[in-house]
């Protein structure tokens, strides 16, 4: 994979301004590992390889699990290893991830709504509405990820 431009240095305005978002995110109250696992997720439906690559590393330094990395594409089907609050968010990052299909059901944020207060869940879905545009981003102008220039 080639980059096609590197848009922080093209618009750094605008990337600042995201990165102002990631900041407030980053310090708003949610563990810093729930708030990676939603970013993965959303990565990994997107199909980022830079996001999917960072986030990973990013888990793996917060000690986040093997088991949980390896199964956090079907996280429904791993019993108890996510805890419900993980479950919550995860199942809300799918959900806001492919809006255009679910429409953000009722039943889908009252499940989220359950675990976690108002301003927990507008953080949250701050974070995974972020985490989306940086996909964009990253897939648009093909990102390479750390690992395949690690390997080059």
């Known amino acids: 994979m080639t980059q096609r431009i590197n848009y922080s240095k093209a618009s750094p ?12 995110i980053q310090t708003c109250g949610l563990a810093k590992d729930l708030i990676n696992l939603v970013y993965l997720r ?17 888990l793996k330094k917060l000690g ?9 594409q079907v996280w429904h089907d791993a019993g108890t290893l ?12 799918e959900v806001v991830t492919d809006v ?10 009252q499940a989220a709504a359950a675990e976690f207060n108002d301003k927990e869940l ?3 879905t701050y ?4 985490m989306n545009a940086f996909n964009r981003l990253g897939i648009a102008f093909r990102t390479v990820p750390a690992a395949a220039y690690a390997k080059a």
Not at 82 to 93: G, N, V
Not at 127 to 130: E, G, T, V
């Open 13 to 24: 305005d605008a990337y600042r301004a995201f990165g102002d978002v990631h900041s407030i």
């Open 42 to 58: 959303a990565s990994q439906m997107n199909g980022c390889a830079f996001c999917i690559d960072m986030h990973t590393r990013d």
């Open 64 to 72: 986040v699990s093997e088991e949980k990395l390896t199964l956090l």
């Open 82 to 93: 996510f805890s419900a609050r993980e479950k919550a968010a995860i199942a809300w990052a």
């Open 100 to 109: 255009a299909a679910t429409h953000a059901p009722d039943d889908a944020y």
């Open 122 to 124: 507008a953080d949250l």
């Open 127 to 130: 974070a995974i509405s972020l």
